[in-house]
């Protein structure tokens, strides 16, 4: 299986970065660096990184000055060694075979840039069924519309340089745009792997009222294009830790 540059955008997430560093050191697959790009946080995000620099050899930590999804993302791309890119969030968290379930079916597939599903382990039954109509959705527009979850996509260096990266002019669903710029050229799909992260930001803006933002973002999207004029506002980083 190829090598595979990871790359982690942080904004004062020192309390979850360290869960995601520790199941990538106990992944199956092993060649791939980390690169985590944090966006000049508050905390001590960049501390906690560091200190998994021997239990994760290949491991940058870079600190920008500026704040930005977008940004950071491009940014880490820039910083990346390997042809094969992984996007993740820093409050992700991965079983120990993602990496070589997800290379095994990018490889047989022969995939320039997935997505992967959201698990929904140890959730309520609300948050499952919730899920599941999520996914099943990410599954019937992979076809003719695709969107993505930023949290944790694949992509290629050749494929990020071509499309000119995440477009950071775009605050909402630059992570659908990107999956659509690259499904023009390039072989996408949805492949069936699945990744957890916490439930923090649907809890503080809300189960339903967060997916309906979502989906007249998107409705938006598909009838008018990109949004890039702040229409819809959404702030990077917002999420605050449970008291």
Same mark, same amino acid.
């Given at each position: 299986m190829s090598p595979i540059s990871i790359v982690i955008i942080t904004l004062n997430e020192e @309390?979850?970065?360290g869960r995601l560093l520790e199941d990538l050191s106990k992944q199956s697959h092993r060649d791939f660096e980390v690169i985590v790009v944090d966006s000049n946080s508050d905390d001590n995000t960049c501390l906690v990184a560091?200190? $998994?620099e021997h239990a994760l050899p290949a491991l940058t930590v870079h600190k920008m000055q500026g704040r930005g999804t977008s940004l950071g993302r491009n940014t880490g791309a820039k910083l990346a060694r390997h042809e094969r890119l992984l996007f993740l969030d820093a409050d992700v968290r991965l079983s120990p075979t993602f990496l070589t379930n997800a290379l095994?079916?990018?490889?047989?597939?022969?995939?320039?840039v997935a997505g992967a599903y959201m698990g929904a382990e140890n959730l309520s039954m609300s948050?499952?069924?919730?899920?599941?109509?999520?996914?099943t959705g990410l599954f019937i527009t992979s076809f003719f519309f695709p969107t993505a979850v930023g949290a944790c996509l694949f992509s290629t260096r050749r494929v990020h340089e071509e499309i000119g990266g995440f477009d950071e002019s775009i605050v909402l669903c630059e992570d659908c745009d990107y999956a659509k710029r690259a499904a023009q050229t390039w072989r996408w799909r949805m492949i069936p792997v699945s990744f957890w992260f916490d439930p923090r930001r649907l809890e503080q803006d809300g189960f339903l009222q967060m997916g309906m933002t979502y989906l007249k973002a998107n409705v938006r999207r $598909? $009838? @008018?294009?990109?949004?890039?004029?702040?229409?819809?506002?959404? @702030? $990077?980083?917002?999420?605050?830790?449970?008291?």
């Open positions: @309390k979850r970065i560091q200190g $998994f095994h079916e990018l490889d047989s597939r022969k995939l320039d948050y499952r069924l919730g899920y599941a109509a999520f996914n $598909f $009838f @008018k294009g990109e949004m890039r004029n702040n229409e819809m506002e959404y @702030k $990077f980083g917002h999420y605050k830790d449970a008291q």
